[in-house]
């Protein structure tokens, strides 16, 4: 052939090669971006495989922020009030087995028309201690039976090491509630937001919603398919819209399939039983998810 046709071919060839390049680029996965550790979505819900045996034995949380010390050990009133009537099988406030934790055993229902957070229903026990827990009896799974039965069980002042002005025996304890969804499978069971508010804060596994009426409760949500959530930073959401599913997601490495939900005081109070309560403390939900569950039992909705 001829320099000059060679030479007319030339750019023809050069403009083939990019077209050949950008259609590579398409085939390739995007590159990972810097920072936050977050597992892969799932296309499918699904049982946990073997992969996901959790690292931590269901003993999830992050660093908590500094608090103020908590003032004593709790008194308890000499009479406290009846909790609401239920349908539902749940044990008592603070009721933590002897070995578990100290419990902190207070009535007050500090959201009172809070959304429960789980679109279905849901079964509120101990990761730790529950059957495929670190804590848990020996050669049991976390997706056993009796992990997904009633009744509830409170987990807040669970022995943890994390800081908790309200428990007893030094301030520390979990810091929130742990709540299995209605099947151990991951990425089917949608959380929801517990009030209208705004999203203010998604981390490697958390994500946290300040309710926009007064006054002001703080929620953190963790362990939801990170990859996959139904909103983002900033964004303005109404009671019951969906967050996220429910999973195991531990910032990179896996914790049982369970939303471990948490209430912050957006103003300064006082427990039933005299305990002070300062801004952004955690407080206890127990009471709060059992009053929310009922009202859904009861036919209530947040959409």
């Known amino acids: 052939m001829p320099k000059s046709s060679l030479l007319a071919l030339a750019p023809l060839a050069l403009m083939a090669a990019l077209a ?9 996965p995007p590159a990972p971006l810097a920072g936050e550790v977050k597992t892969p979505a799932s296309p499918e819900p699904s049982a946990p495989k073997p992969e996901d045996a959790p ?4 003993a999830e949380q992050t660093p908590s922020e500094p608090i103020p010390p ?5 008194v308890q009133p000499d009479t406290p009030p009846s909790p609401s009537p239920a349908t539902f099988d749940h044990g008592a406030p603070g009721a933590i087995p002897a070995g578990q934790g100290h419990g902190y055993l207070d009535r007050t229902v500090w959201a009172p028309a809070m959304c429960w957070p789980l679109k279905d229903a849901a079964f509120a026990n101990s990761q730790v201690y529950g059957h495929g827990g670190g804590m848990g009896p ?12 009633l009744p509830w069980r409170d987990t807040f002042c669970e022995a943890r090491s994390r800081d908790n002005p309200l428990c007893a025996g030094g301030g520390t304890g979990h810091q929130g509630q742990d709540i299995r969804p209605g099947s151990c499978k991951k990425n089917l069971h949608w959380a929801v937001a517990a009030e209208k508010g705004v999203v203010t804060d998604i981390g490697s596994y958390s994500v946290t919603l300040v309710s926009s009426a007064a006054p002001h409760r703080t929620y953190r949500y963790l362990h939801m398919q990170m990859a996959a959530l139904a909103v983002k930073e900033g964004d303005t959401v109404v009671a019951g ?22 209430m912050r ?15 952004h403390t955690f407080l206890p939900p127990y009471m709060s998810l059992a009053e929310a569950y009922q009202r859904k039992l009861n036919g209530g909705s947040c959409s």
């Open 70 to 74: 908590a003032p004593g050990p709790p």
């Open 241 to 262: 819209q969906k967050l996220g599913r429910v999973a195991n997601d531990f910032g990179g490495t896996p914790t049982t399939i369970h939303l471990h939900f948490e």
């Open 20 to 28: 050949l390049s950008a259609c590579d680029d398409k085939t390739k």
């Open 265 to 279: 005081a957006g103003v300064s109070g006082v427990t039933t039983d005299g305990k002070a309560v300062v801004l």
């Open 55 to 58: 690292s931590d034995g269901g």
């Open 138 to 149: 020996g050669g049991t799974a976390q997706c056993d039976t009796v992990n997904y039965s």
